[in-house]
T-cell receptor, first 112, second 113 residues
């Protein structure tokens, strides 16, 4: 079973609307969680990183939340733009372990 | 360079042929990683190099896969006797050292006919 599960698998939203992507993980012991954005044909680019003690972190119109007790994270996109169309990948790192556990990604398509 | 670069960007090969994929990490980064991303799947770890330490090859799917990192910089991933199931995007990442943020290259899209 994958250690990082993301939902929804894919999402279509209208330009200007908000959306929330979910990430549940079982990685333990937990070190940090990153959200990456991967544009088509490009490598993933880090949006946010959160450690155990952080509950929320923003990067422009992207806001990530973390509940380390329930092992859940979300990525909220505000006022979506066409350029937000991409795959958003949740990546969890275990404490003391350089291996990363990757989710399969949330595929977001923003339409005008 | 400013980021991780990979070449070629696309590679089409025939089943049974060998291929070499190249990765140029960010200068000064001691850790280098190779991942495979198949359609609809998450990134799959293949191998990482850290400084002069022995590489962690535990993610390589078969003995047809091998990788080298020469001089602590450029790395090549070699796939021998390619199979159709090897078709995927191969991503390289580098980080300042282990546990630091990984910066990804654009990937090489491999298609085995």
């Amino acid at each position: 079973k994958n250690q990082v599960e993301q939902s929804p698998q894919s999402l279509i939203i209208l330009e200007g609307k908000n959306c929330t992507l979910q990430c549940n993980y079982t990685v333990s012991p937990f070190s940090n969680l990153r959200w990456y954005k991967q544009d088509t044909g490009r490598g993933p680019v880090s949006l946010t990183i959160m450690t155990f003690s952080e509950n929320t972190k923003s990067n422009g119109r992207y806001t990530a939340t973390l509940d380390a007790d329930t092992k859940q994270s979300s990525l909220h996109i505000t006022a979506s733009q066409l350029s937000d169309s991409a795959s958003y990948i949740c990546v969890v790192s275990a404490d003391g372990n350089n291996r990363l556990a990757f989710g399969k990604g949330n595929q977001v398509v923003v339409i005008p | 360079g400013a980021g991780v670069s990979q070449s070629p960007s696309n590679k089409v090969t025939e089943k049974g042929k060998d291929v070499e994929l190249r990765c140029d990490p960010i200068s000064g980064h001691t850790a280098l990683y190779w991942y495979r991303q198949s359609l609809g799947q998450g990134l799959e770890f293949l191998i990482y190099f850290q400084g002069n330490s022995a590489p962690d090859k535990s993610g390589l799917p078969s003995d047809r896969f091998s990788a080298e990192r020469t001089g602590g910089s450029v790395s090549t991933l070699t796939i021998q006797r390619t199979q159709q199931e090897d078709s995927a995007v191969y991503l390289c990442a580098s980080s300042l050292n282990l546990l630091n943020e990984q910066f990804f290259g654009p990937g090489t899209r491999l298609t085995v006919l």
